[in-house]
C-alpha cells in the first residue's frame, strides 16, 4: 500500500499530523502499536488529570464546613472506583481520536512500525510505502540504575495511575510536574508523602516564588518536601517495604516507605525504529532536526518527545501542524519555544510561560515586576481559594517577557499571557484591556497595573 504520509505513533504529535495531512488532501495512514491517542490520552495527561478532579471533590467535601454545608457521615476516598472513573475518562478519549481518524479517512495500521529503508515502513511484517514518514513515538518513564521499577513496589507514573490501595506511606523521587501532580494527589487522599528533589527547589524549572509557595502548599497537606537530597539507593526489605537511602542537608540517612515512585524524567522510545540502518542522526536520546522537523534522511521527520524541546502534548502537537505544513509547500512559521505555556495540576495550580525572574537576572536584563496576590481577589475569596499570585516579567521596551502564576484554575488562565508574549503586548496594553469581574483573570490586568505604578487594589 502507497500513501503520500505515514505517521508512526497516534499520541498528541501524531494524530495531529496526521489528521492535518488529510486535511490538506494527503493519502495518510497513522501506525500505533497501543491505543489511540498515545501515552497521553491514555497513561499520563487526561487520565492524571482525572485522578487529580476526584482528589479535588474530596477535599472540597472535607472542608464542606467551610462554605457552610454539613455532610453526614464520613467522606471516605474509594481508590478502586476513582481508578475505575479514570480509565473510563482515558477510554472516552481514545475512542474519540480513534473516531477523528477515521472522520478523515486515515488509515489506522495496528502494531510497531519500523523504518525499512527510503520511504518504507514495516509493520509486523508488512511492508507499507510513503513519499513522506513523520515519526511520532514519544516517551517513556527513565528507569534510574539505583532505582529499578519493579511495579509494585518502586513504580512508575504507568502504575501509579492504576493502584488499587492507598498505600499508608509513598516516597515520590523527582518533583517535576509528574511528581508534583501524583504527590499532591495522593496527599491529598491521606497517604503520607515524602517528595524527594535533586535540585534546590521544588518544580525546579518555575520561578522560584512559585515554588516556594507549592512548597508551603505540599507542607500544608502534611506533606514532607526534601530539596537538594540525592536518592543513593533503593531497594526493597523483607518485610515488602522500600528502603531509600537519601544524602541530603541533614547528611545521609535511610527513609522506609510502602511504595516508591519514580518520576525522574522521561526516555524517548527511539530504540528498534531502524534510525541506526538509514543513517539517521540521534544526540543524547534525541533524533536531530531541523526547524521543520527533518532529519537527516530525505522524507523522514521526528517530531514531539523523540526531538529536542519540551516533552509537552501541546509542543508536539504544534510541531506537527509544523512540519505536516511545510512538507505541503505552505510556509509555517517555526515554532516559537520562547512562548510554550507550562502546567502543573498541583493544588494549587502553577502555571507559566516566558522567561523566569532568576532567568531575566542570569542574562542582566533591565526589567520590573508586577504581582497580584489572589488574598485581594474578590472572586477568590468567595470561591475559598485565595493562595497564590499573578506575576508578570516585562522588559525595559514594556513588553511581556514572562508570567507565573500559582494559585486555582491558572491552568486556564495562562493562555492570556501566552497570547500576550507572543503579540508583543506591553504592560499598559494588558493593563487597559477590560477584564471582567469578578474573575480569577483581573489578577493579570491589576499584576500589570502593579508593574507601571498604577495599582488599584493593592
Known amino acids: ?23 490538506l488532501g ?28 476526584s482528589a479535588q471533590v474530596y477535599a472540597y467535601c472535607k472542608n464542606a464546613a467551610h462554605y457552610g454545608l454539613t455532610l453526614e457521615g464520613d467522606v471516605r476516598p474509594d481508590l478502586e472506583k476513582i481508578v475505575d472513573r479514570s480509565r473510563g475518562v482515558a477510554d472516552t478519549m481514545s475512542k474519540g481520536v480513534a473516531f477523528l481518524l477515521k ?43 539505583f532505582m529499578p521499577i519493579d ?56 520561578d522560584e516564588e512559585v515554588s516556594k509557595t507549592a512548597e508551603r502548599a505540599f507542607r500544608k497537606l502534611r506533606a514532607t518536601v526534601l530539596t537538594s537530597t540525592t ?12 528502603e531509600v537511602d537519601i544524602e541530603g ?7 522506609t516507605a510502602d511504595i516508591v515512585l519514580s518520576a525522574v524524567g522521561i526516555k524517548s522510545n527511539i530504540e528498534n525504529l531502524g534510525l541506526e540502518e538509514l543513517g539517521i542522526r540521534t544526540e543524547r536520546d534525541k533524533v536531530v532536526v531541523d526547524s521543520f ?42 515554532v516559537d519555544y520562547s512562548t510554550i505555556p507550562s502546567c502543573v495540576f498541583t493544588t494549587p495550580e502553577v502555571a507559566s ?44 521596551d514594556d513588553r511581556l517577557l514572562g508570567a507565573h502564576l500559582i494559585g486555582a484554575n491558572v491552568t486556564e488562565m495562562i493562555a492570556e499571557p501566552t497570547l500576550a508574549k507572543a503579540l508583543g503586548a506591553t504592560a499598559h496594553q494588558i493593563a487597559r484591556t477590560i477584564h471582567a469581574h469578578p474573575t480569577m483573570n483581573e489578577g493579570m490586568m491589576e499584576a500589570a497595573e502593579a508593574a507601571m505604578g498604577a495599582a488599584i487594589h493593592l
Open 103 to 145: 472522520k478523515n479517512n486515515i488509515d489506522l495500521i495496528q502494531g510497531f512500525g519500523r523504518l525499512r529503508g527510503e520511504g518504507r515502513v514495516e509493520v509486523d511484517g508488512t511492508i507499507y510505502e510513503a513519499d513522506h514518514i513523520i515519526l511520532a513515538t514519544g516517551a517513556r518513564p527513565r528507569e534510574m540504575p
Open 151 to 206: 511495579g509494585e513496589h518502586v513504580i512508575s507514573s504507568r502504575e501509579a495511575l492504576t493502584l488499587r490501595k492507598l498505600p499508608e506511606t509513598m516516597i515520590v523521587v523527582g518533583s517535576g510536574a509528574i511528581g508534583s501532580e501524583f504527590a499532591c494527589l495522593y496527599a491529598t487522599l491521606g497517604v503520607k508523602v515524602t517528595i524527594v528533589e535533586y535540585l534546590p527547589q521544588l518544580m525546579p524549572l518555575e
Open 26 to 53: 494527503k493519502k495518510t495512514a497513522i501506525v500505533e502499536r497501543a491505543e489511540a491517542g498515545g501515552v497521553c490520552l491514555n497513561w499520563g495527561c487526561i487520565p492524571t488529570k482525572a485522578l487529580l478532579k
Open 1 to 23: 500500500m502507497k500513501y503520500d504520509i505515514i505517521v508512526i505513533g497516534s499520541g498528541p504529535g501524531g494524530y495531529v499530523a496526521a489528521i492535518r495531512a488529510s486535511q
Open 249 to 255: 542537608k541533614k547528611g545521609a540517612e535511610t527513609l
Open 353 to 396: 510561560v516566558g522567561m523566569t525572574e532568576q532567568e531575566a537576572k542570569k542574562q542582566g536584563l533591565n526589567y520590573k515586576v508586577g504581582r497580584f496576590p489572589f488574598t485581594a481577589s474578590g472572586k477568590a475569596t468567595a470561591a475559598g481559594d485565595r493562595d497564590g499570585f499573578v506575576k508578570l516579567i516585562f522588559g525595559e
Open 293 to 334: 522537523y527533518r532529519t537527516d534522511v530525505q522524507g523522514v521527520y521526528a517530531i514531539g518527545d523523540i526531538v529536542g524541546g519540551p516533552a509537552l502534548a501541546h509542543v508536539a502537537s504544534a510541531e506537527a501542524i509544523c512540519c505536516v505544513e511545510a512538507i505541503c509547500g505552505l510556509n509555517p512559521a517555526p
Open 231 to 242: 536518592v543513593k539507593a533503593v531497594r526493597v526489605n523483607n518485610e515488602g517495604r522500600c
